[in-house]
């Protein structure tokens, strides 16, 4: 057994996924086994013993619970967490989009708006048509929902109805989720908001339509590490693989069997 191993109780699948340093890693683990451990190891191992600067690396998970158990087990390694950077997926986005945003028309002092917002502006439409609630083919989440799933698809107002348009129909289903999207739409650029959604697709649009800005953000993390890999959907994926489109080192941990 090796130094590193017996002084961090490293197995040798363990410590294989620490030392590789350069190029992609998918290491796919069971629930326990220690999948946050070994990527907390390997940012301490790339500052340690590679002359990483932690300005260079860029962790990402899920919840800021998990953000900042992984602070904390980095700061164990390290003795301090300062200078590195954790993010959430969507602390991340609010954060390039800031920095960055201008270059695609989205102004800095944006406002992030969540599911109570959502809400509120729904009703508020709905108000301004003087359309009763009740009377709608759907319920006011299955729209919140849809218009996700739209975005989610990389799908503005026009795109959704032209994808899933009713056929012979100016009032079905699909319709007024188009009607209802692009009025909400118009809210949230009136108001300089964006919904959680937005964060993503608006990030991936920043990264794949502004190259300069792409190589300025790939220069700047020189390491991805991915936490919880698993349950990144096609916008998170997107912003991952964007950010090590040329160097290519992507590090990813996750367990297919705990996917959402």
Excluded: W
Excluded at 86 to 105: P, Q, V
Excluded at 131 to 138: E, G, N, T
Aim: glycine share 4%; charged share 25%.
């Amino acid at each position: 057994m090796s130094e590193i191993e017996k002084k961090h109780h490293l197995t040798k699948a363990q410590l294989e996924a620490v030392n590789h340093t350069e190029g992609p890693v998918l290491v796919v683990a069971g629930p326990g086994s220690g999948k946050t451990r070994v990527l907390a190891h390997r940012i301490a191992n790339l500052i340690n013993n590679h002359d990483v600067s932690s300005e260079n690396l860029l962790a990402v998970t899920f919840t800021n619970k998990a953000a900042q158990e992984m602070r904390d087990r980095c700061q164990n390694l390290l003795q301090s967490s300062l200078g590195l950077n954790i993010y959430t997926f969507h602390s991340l986005s609010a954060f390039l989009l800031r920095s960055y945003g201008s270059n695609i028309g989205i102004d800095s002092n944006f406002t992030i708006y969540d599911s109570d917002d959502q809400l509120r502006i729904i009703k508020r439409i709905l108000k301004n048509l003087d359309r009763d609630p009740k009377l709608l083919p759907f319920k006011i989440n299955t729209l919140i929902s849809e218009i996700s799933l739209a975005k989610n698809f990389k799908l503005s107002p026009s795109q959704y109805i032209k994808k899933f348009g009713d056929e012979n129909s100016s009032g079905g289903f699909n319709q007024k989720i188009f009607e209802m999207y692009e009025h909400y739409e118009n809210e949230l650029k009136q108001s300089n908001a964006l919904d959680f959604d937005d964060l993503l697709l608006k990030t991936v649009i920043l990264l794949q339509n502004h190259e300069e800005t792409r190589l300025m953000c790939e220069e700047q993390f020189k390491y991805l590490l991915v936490d919880e890999f698993q349950d990144t959907n096609k916008l998170q994926f997107e912003i991952s693989t964007s950010l090590t489109k040329d160097n290519k080192n992507l590090f990813v941990v996750g367990d297919p069997d705990q996917s959402i």
